[in-house]
């Protein structure tokens, strides 16, 4: 480490410039009608009056692995450890609507997620969790309606209502085509399937967050942080489009979007993003979508710390790094938060690790005292600048997006665009531009980490053959029946949640179901281009 | 006049994770080697058929998901399936470092874990490929 500080560049982690140090000169127009207060358009400062004096953040835990036996007691574990909501990894192939059984699943059963093949995997998920008092986010998007639909049905057998239910469905598919990859069918019918779960749970789920629209991904796959407020509210905006195009109020359904980004490392950078993209989500939804409902212009987010920060060298650092993202994210106002654990450079995480990822959130809650003031950093110089520029930046993407017909078709330029910065970044490490402590300053000589997590390999044998078995104790002919409606209820144009909620109650499969959809819809394809 | 160095960069199994893949693809590239990029969920059988369509001298895997047991092996065998015996193949993504031995028995050239620089890569894949042909190191 031989610079100086005359040599070093000064940005921050996006390449926004930073000067020496910030006045009243850094910030502009009327200072007081962009902040506002908090609770008030445009929710600069927060989305509630109070916030976290009435009430802290969902902390919640991204957890799910191997079977929905193994995944029920650590969902236990957490809950007793003081936990406030689930939220539910689901492994690839149930992501991607395939059985335990299919060739395509070979090897990721139960790997970075928990696998769903019916109803009957989910009743065991479940087992002894009241649904009707515990939030549960499911990270699903393709087959979002399915398992929606199977959390419904596991409600009803519990005794609950479907309007009893809180939760989220990620259910974002425009972000699965520009970074994350559990896409199946094409953009039109995917749109379809978001847009009938926004009209079915505003019918008979109404508490339910039938989105939450997620930039976390995108940033994970490299964009900076102004790109992750432009293609997120991009992609937010797409979805309004599609449901206002269905024939729905805007109103009837807006207050349920929510959202997902991710904090980074760079501290004020994020808090500035997280009012920014607030500031902006209100802007667009009063004055572009004309919604009148208050709660419509309120953005509210869920908020994961950076996995893409942490590093395999030395990763105990990581807890420090989470610790600070996770500051930055309760600093921006956050609804719910996710914590990363230590070793999640290396593996999925110890049951020790999740706890100290779930202390590091408590530790900030109860010790710090940063939540008695609502927006403690607000008015500060450098942040509202901050804010303000990432605002404009951000628009200026999304005015490109609407250039290019919008986020459905402009896939490749987001793809693009984050290919691009996450190369920036990389050739930055490697020139030491910038420094990432234990990978290219700071190294020790280390050994490898023993004792991580790791999920049985005889796990995927086990899950097929309770798989057969549910196959051969269910009333084959109603599966049939209920299939064949579904598949022509595809071909009309029905809302799909019903007959999706009558094949997942015959006990069809997660495989079967999506095997007719696909015969409908199709499915993606991807185009490859290395930019 | 030697062709460049041909490489296959693929992700195997379904994980959609591949902004490793890609910055690698790219920093092989800007190395002056040929890369070809696959796209996201190739079965072993796939990226097999497209190093023998390609002729490449190096394939690449890439998996976060934790599938790299059981995909990674099985594409050293397809290749091999197609008489493809002098590949070098190399993996990367979220690999834990006891996994690396049995990896190496099936035929993986080498792993690189989180954090590896590129310019690592480059020089790797350099030397193999030129060990392979006989020539030195």
């Known amino acids: ?531 | 006049m030697t062709r460049p160095i041909r490489v296959l960069m693929a992700k195997v199994g379904l994980d959609g994770h591949d902004r490793g893949a890609k910055v690698i693809a790219r920093a092989l590239r800007d190395a002056g080697m040929e890369v070809i990029y696959t796209g996201l969920r190739q079965t072993p059988e796939q990226i097999a058929e497209a190093a023998l369509q390609e002729d490449v001298d190096v394939v690449g895997l890439s998996s976060l998901s934790g599938a790299h047991d059981t995909l990674f092996p099985a594409v050293v065998q397809a290749l091999r399936a197609r008489g493809l015996d002098d590949v070098v193949v190399i993996g990367g993504g979220i690999i834990p470092a006891e996994d690396v031995p049995a990896l190496k028995a099936a035929g993986i050239a080498e792993i690189f874990g989180p954090g590896t620089p590129t310019s690592e890569i480059v020089e790797y894949v350099r030397r193999a490929v030129a060990a392979r042909a006989g020539g030195p190191a």
């Open chain 1, 1 to 531: 480490m031989s610079q100086g500080p005359s040599e070093r560049r000064f940005t921050t982690l996006s390449g926004l410039p930073v000067e020496r140090v910030y006045g009243p000169e850094h910030v502009k127009g009327d200072a007081g009608e962009r902040l506002g207060e908090p609770g008030a358009y445009p929710y600069t400062r927060g989305i509630y009056p109070t916030m976290y004096r009435g009430r802290l953040w969902t902390m919640r835990q991204y957890a799910g692995y191997a079977t929905a036996e193994e995944s029920n007691r650590r969902y236990r574990y957490l809950l007793e450890q003081g936990q406030t909501g689930l939220s539910v990894a689901f492994d690839l192939p149930t992501q991607i609507g395939y059985d335990s059984d299919d060739p395509m699943a070979r090897g990721e059963v139960g790997k970075v997620g928990v696998a769903i093949d019916t109803l009957a995997d989910m009743e065991t998920l479940f087992a002894g969790i009241p649904l009707d008092r515990v939030s549960t986010s499911m990270t699903i998007n393709a087959t979002a309606a399915i398992l929606l639909a199977m959390y419904i049905a596991v409600a009803k057998k519990q005794g609950v209502r479907p309007e009893q239910l809180n939760g989220t469905v990620q259910n974002d598919i425009l972000k699965e085509y520009v970074a994350r990859g559990t896409y199946i069918f094409p953009p039109e019918p995917s749109m379809r399937l978001v847009t009938n779960i926004f009209e079915y749970c505003a019918k008979h789920v109404p508490n339910w967050n039938t989105i939450s629209i997620s930039g976390y991904h995108m940033r994970e796959a490299g964009c900076t942080a102004v790109q992750e407020v432009a293609f997120t509210l991009a992609n937010a905006i797409a979805y309004v489009e599609a449901a206002v195009r269905a024939g729905l109020d805007v109103d009837t359904f807006a207050p349920r979007l929510s959202f997902f980004f991710c904090s980074q490392i760079d501290f004020f950078e994020e808090i500035a993003k997280f009012r920014a993209a607030r500031r902006l989500w209100a802007r667009i939804m009063r004055e572009r979508f004309g919604a009148r409902n208050e709660r419509s212009w309120m953005l509210r987010f869920h908020t994961q710390t950076a996995g893409a920060s942490l590093t395999a060298q030395q990763p105990e650092n990581n807890v420090v790094r989470t610790a600070i993202e996770a500051l930055a994210a309760v600093l921006g106002g956050t609804q719910s938060l996710h914590t990363n654990s230590m070793d999640e450079a290396l593996a999925l995480p110890t049951e020790a690790s999740a706890r100290l990822a779930l202390r590091t959130q408590q530790i900030i809650a109860y010790e710090t005292g940063v939540t008695n003031a609502v927006d403690p950093v607000g008015g500060s110089y450098f942040v509202e600048h901050l804010t303000d520029v990432i605002e404009e930046e951000a628009e200026k993407h999304i005015r490109r997006i609407d250039e290019l017909g919008g986020a459905t078709r402009a896939i490749a330029y987001m793809q693009r665009e984050i290919e691009d910065a996450a190369y920036r970044l990389q050739r930055a490490v490697e020139s030491g531009e910038r420094t990432v402590v234990g990978v290219n300053a700071f190294t020790i000589e280390e050994e490898p980490p023993r004792g991580l997590l790791r999920v049985d390999p005889s796990l995927e044998e086990a899950q097929r053959a309770r798989l057969r078995e549910v196959r051969e104790e269910r009333d084959a002919a109603a599966v049939e029946r209920a299939l064949d409606r579904l598949e022509e209820a595809a071909r009309g144009d029905d809302n799909l949640m019903e007959p999706i909620l009558e094949a997942v109650e015959a006990y069809a499969s997660i495989g079967e179901i999506c095997a007719r959809l696909r015969r409908v819809f199709g499915e993606y394809e991807a185009e490859v281009a290395l930019s």
